[in-house]
């Protein structure tokens, strides 16, 4: 059964029963004004005690809490009265590691912002059948690696549903999904992250009409070693992926810290990628960038013989690639540019950082259709051999299924 919670009235009422027992004000008491402490409290004790099938309303406002808000309840909705109405702020927040922490199944969100958490805004860990929908979660001081790591994160979940939401200012991803089963994001925004959109770790996700604007990164198809399972099968379409071009802000030490500014799509270590119908423009290191675990800061990292480190059967086909590679990070791209194409010149839509498994007689099965160009920057050998051969590229793979979200 259904309960709907106005977390407004619910407090108003608590404060009139408690009014009750005492003696009368010479004059009538205020309403509880948005931001008030009995209203954090009650929303709290609302989380807390929610049952499955509650939807927990929050009005219009912006209400401040100093710590960490949790909810472990099975099928329970909390939603706002809209993205920019109803705003959960966490600025100054003295305890918790996130804004707001969920482990439980069937759970929706929306209508609303979370600002200024100390660590992730929203995170939803060992759960199934979430949906975030127009959620907003920002970081109002602009970039900076003071900020929180993760806006949205859904981490060890299954069937993921993220659409018409915003990330803006996360010190590591806005959007993430990682080591989950079953991910669809769509219809959002992400801007001024290190990473806008990163799925890590992730088996079956599409992601497709969004945007991803003035982060380092803007969408990164990402394997980790040491991780519960490596993931695959990903589809990344009709996307708009613009200027990424923000200088990297993320901890050193953290694998995102290694993303080089001005990096369009970036493929990492992941098998079963298709990356089509999308808009990729004016990202000075490189629209799209292929590679390894070999090439990145996080190489050293204990691997299993399980871990698969090389990308492999990528499909790139029918974007429309534009400008970019004329201003790389990093000065190993910068030389690289200078020697292939001159001071005045600009690299190719796509970066290979030339690392292929031996082993795989079909070779690592890259293919890339309606590019300007590719560089193979021959890292195993410190790129003392690049090369602009297009020829092993020209190929074709099947294409891969939709996400069917499995819920019920």
């Known amino acids: 059964m259904q309960r709907t919670i ?52 929050i009005p219009a406002g912006k209400f401040s809490f100093d710590r960490s808000l949790t909810l472990r309840a099975d ?52 759960s199934q059948n979430i949906t975030i929908r127009k959620v907003k979660v920002q970081w109002t001081g602009g970039p900076s690696t003071k900020n929180g790591g993760y806006g949205l994160y859904p981490v060890l979940t299954r069937n993921v549903l993220i659409e018409d939401s915003v990330a803006i200012g996360a010190s590591d991803a806005g959007i993430y999904v990682g080591q989950s089963r079953g991910v669809i994001v769509r219809r959002s925004r992400a801007e001024q992250n290190v990473a806008g959109i990163e799925i890590e770790n992730t088996i079956d996700a599409d992601v497709y009409e969004n945007v991803a604007t003035g982060n380092t990164g803007g969408i990164l198809v990402f394997n980790m070693p040491g991780l519960s399972q490596q993931g ?23 694998p995102v810290a290694s993303v080089p500014a001005g990096s369009g799509i970036v493929v990492n270590s992941n098998d079963d990628i298709e990356i089509f119908a999308n808009k990729v423009a004016d990202n000075a290191s490189a629209n799209l960038i292929l590679s390894s675990v070999y090439s990145t800061g996080y190489k050293d990292q204990s691997m299993s013989k399980e871990f698969d480190p090389y990308p492999e059967r990528i499909y790139v086909h029918d974007n429309q690639f534009s400008g970019g590679g004329d201003s790389p990070d990093r000065l190993d791209f910068k030389a690289l540019k200078l020697a292939l194409y001159g001071i005045g010149g600009s690299l190719p839509d796509v970066l290979f950082d030339g690392y292929v498994n031996p082993a795989r007689k079909e070779g690592p099965q890259l293919c890339l259709r309606g590019v300007s160009g590719v560089v193979n920057v021959d890292g195993p050998n410190g790129n003392k051999n690049p090369s602009k051969d297009m020829k092993p590229f020209e190929c ?5 299924p939709a996400v069917d979200l499995k819920r019920g």
């Open 6 to 57: 106005s977390v407004a009235v619910a407090g108003a009422l608590a404060l009139s029963l408690a009014a009750c027992q005492q003696k009368a004000p010479e004059t009538p008491s205020a309403a509880v004004p948005a931001g008030d402490a009995a209203f954090a409290a009650r929303f709290q004790e609302q989380l807390l005690d929610a049952k499955p099938g509650d939807v927990i309303e």
């Open 75 to 126: 099928g329970v909705t909390i939603r706002g009265a809209g993205m920019d109405k109803s705003v959960l702020s966490f600025k100054g927040q003295k305890a918790g590691a996130e804004g707001l922490l969920v482990n439980g199944d069937d759970f929706t969100i929306e209508d609303l912002t979370i600002e200024d958490s100390k660590g992730d805004g929203l995170k939803v860990s060992e």
């Open 232 to 254: 695959g099968n990903i589809r990344v379409f009709n996307n708009q992926v613009i200027a990424n071009n923000h200088e990297n802000f993320g901890a050193k030490g953290t």
């Open 396 to 400: 074709d793979l099947p294409r891969l």
